[in-house]
Nanobody, 119 residues
Framework: QGQLVESGGGMVQAGGSLTLSCTGS????????MGWYRQGPGKEREMVAI???????VYADSVKGRFTISRDNAENTMFLQMNNLKSEDTAVYYC?????????????WGQGSQVTVSS
């Protein structure tokens, strides 16, 4: 499955939108689940959104209705569409992938993308 490479972070004003992308160096089709986590200044890393292989989704309460996670297996890419951004969304965002295997599960992490929301 190789590496996960993120893109799309940046700076935006409150109320604005950004889309993060996470592209696998190999096929992402076999991942059991993928997702986005974030770590804000002085905070613990937290789950933002998860998408399963069957396209089921889970969102943190703080982003429900504002963020949308999706995956395009043909493009080996997962997305996080972030709308109506707030200053508290400022964080480093990490993409994540989980592969269940008989010999032991494997987790993959992206390098992190900074998202800064100015009020």
């Amino acid at each position: 499955q190789g590496q996960l490479v993120e893109s799309g972070g940046g700076m935006v004003q409150a109320g604005g939108s950004l889309t993060l992308s996470c592209t696998g160096s190999a096929s992402i089709r076999s991942f059991d689940r993928m997702g986005w986590y974030r770590q804000g200044p002085g905070k613990e890393r937290e789950m933002v959104a998860i998408i399963t292989g069957g396209a089921g989704t889970v969102y943190a309460d703080s982003v429900k209705g504002r963020f949308t996670i999706s995956r395009d297996n043909a493009e080996n890419t997962m997305f996080l569409q972030m709308n109506n951004l707030k200053s508290e969304d400022t964080a480093v965002y990490y993409c994540y992938a989980y592969l269940a295997r008989i010999e032991g599960s494997i987790e993959y992490w992206g390098q992190g993308s900074q998202v800064t929301v100015s009020s």
